[in-house]
């Protein structure tokens, strides 16, 4: 019986390795369509990272220094998983610009890797973000511009968080602009539309006007109630 089960088990753990559930048969790469697809950058910016955020994705541009070898993951829940990433670009320092099939990418579950031919070059890709919140891969060292999409803010201890604190903020064009002086982190922002400031406010006043008028509701039917019982008690006292 037990070594039945024992077969049992292992033939479970190789159908699930082959379905690319764990272990190296889930390494694969993007199709050359995903990398090669056209994209967005800020190529010129004045920090050696530049993101610019919109409601379901972002676009990063990395001013590489010196590394060749870059792992984007995210922490889900229990475990790692890969970022997936598209519209890569690399550029030379003389400007010689690679689409991403040009470029070593393979991915796993936990993993994306990208290996890049010159390390002083610059990397670009877009990836997924949520509707009101992105996770920023501190690939670099160094300073970090980041654009948060039109009309959507930061600054609402109840409704945005940036971890960790940007230095500045500033608006561009209808976008508010963190930075960051310098930071080799993973930057997670957490933000909302700039009407929700208002709306969220709204909502607390008008919740504060319902509880006070309902305590004033109450009250006052407390102080009737006392008084019919006292002059109820008067009527009895006076039979």
Not at 16 to 31: K, N, Q, R, V, Y
Not at 36 to 54: L, Q, S
Request: negative net charge; contains cysteine; aromatic residues 10%.
């Amino acid at each position: 019986m037990k070594r039945r089960r024992t077969v049992a088990t292992a033939v479970v753990i190789v159908a699930i390795a082959l379905a690319g559930c764990i272990g190296p048969f889930a390494d694969s790469s993007p199709s050359d369509e995903v990398l090669d697809a056209d994209g967005e950058y800020t190529w010129d910016a004045d920090t050696d990272v530049h993101v610019t955020v919109d409601v379901g994705s972002y676009a990063a541009v990395y001013d590489l220094d010196g590394e060749t070898t870059f792992e984007l993951s995210q922490r889900s829940y229990y475990r790692d998983r890969a970022v997936d990433i598209e519209a890569v670009r690399f550029q030379y320092p003389n400007g010689t610009e690679l689409t991403g099939s040009d470029l070593e990418i393979s991915q796993s579950r936990s993993t994306t890797t990208v290996e890049v031919p010159d390390g002083n070059g610059t990397l670009a890709f877009t990836a997924p973000a949520g509707s009101k919140e992105a996770i920023i891969p501190g690939l670099v060292e160094g300073s970090y511009t980041i654009e948060l999409p039109e009309n959507h803010r930061v600054g609402n201890f109840f409704l945005s968080n940036v971890r960790p604190s940007n230095d500045d903020s500033d608006r561009t064009d209808g976008r508010q602009v963190l930075t960051w002086e310098a930071t080799s982190s993973d930057i997670y922002i957490q933000f909302y539309l700039s009407r929700d400031h208002y709306l969220f406010y709204g909502m607390i006043i008008g919740g504060i006007g319902i509880g006070i008028g309902g305590t004033l509701y109450y009250r006052r039917q407390i102080r009737q109630l006392a008084e019919r019982r006292r002059r109820l008690a008067g009527e009895l006292l006076d039979d």
